[in-house]
């Protein structure tokens, strides 16, 4: 079962709408459903707020460390409540995602992600499960770190709200240790099919055939 659910980003104001903080969109919304208040503690180096999830007693966790120390935070209140990493969920932006898809899985490597690498790094393990809130990839490597800092336009920004209330949807299943029926919940769900671009009016200029002459049969 879930114990503590962790969402990555960065602190800050000029942070507070860009992409690379999906998982505290994520954290935020689920303490708005949940009723629960987030506080900062120093001792666990982020803002944190102990709840209940149908009788299941949880830690909601946002580190204020910067996304490239995560794991401080992560690894600070793990230990002090002795929360394996199996029954941890980390939040985080998914550059190979589209926007409005969401994915959970667990274990694997950190494809890069600075928050996931020093979660790694601190904790000595990758067993915890993560929740990939898929942003969109701008399609070169090299425009990355840009992306990931940038709001994202309002289409995409409606994609990645409702792939978080979707998944906000399993968490009482999460705390339950129910990983199928969270897997189901997240995964069943796709994000709406973007619309097809719109077909040019046909021309009417002098040199446009009319309809039934010769040059339109």
Known sequence: MIKLFVGLGNPGAEYEATRHNAGFWWI?????ALG?????ER???GL?????IDGHTVWLLEPQTFMNLSGKSV???????KIAPQEILVVHDELDLPAGEAKLKQGGGHAGHNGLRDIHAQMGSSDYWRLR???????NKAEVVGWVLRRPPQDE????EQAIDRSIKAAPALAAGDMAQATQLIHTSKPPRPKPPRKAPPSSGPDSAAP???ESS
């Open 157 to 160: 920004l409606i994609g990645i």
């Open 36 to 40: 629960a208040r987030l506080v900062a």
């Open 212 to 214: 039934g002459s010769a």
């Open 28 to 32: 935020d919304n689920l303490a708005h």
């Open 133 to 139: 809130i898929g942003i969109g990839h701008p399609g």
């Open 48 to 52: 944190v707020a102990r709840t209940h």
């Open 75 to 81: 690894a600070a209140l793990a230990r002090f409540f």
């Open 43 to 45: 001792g666990y180096h």
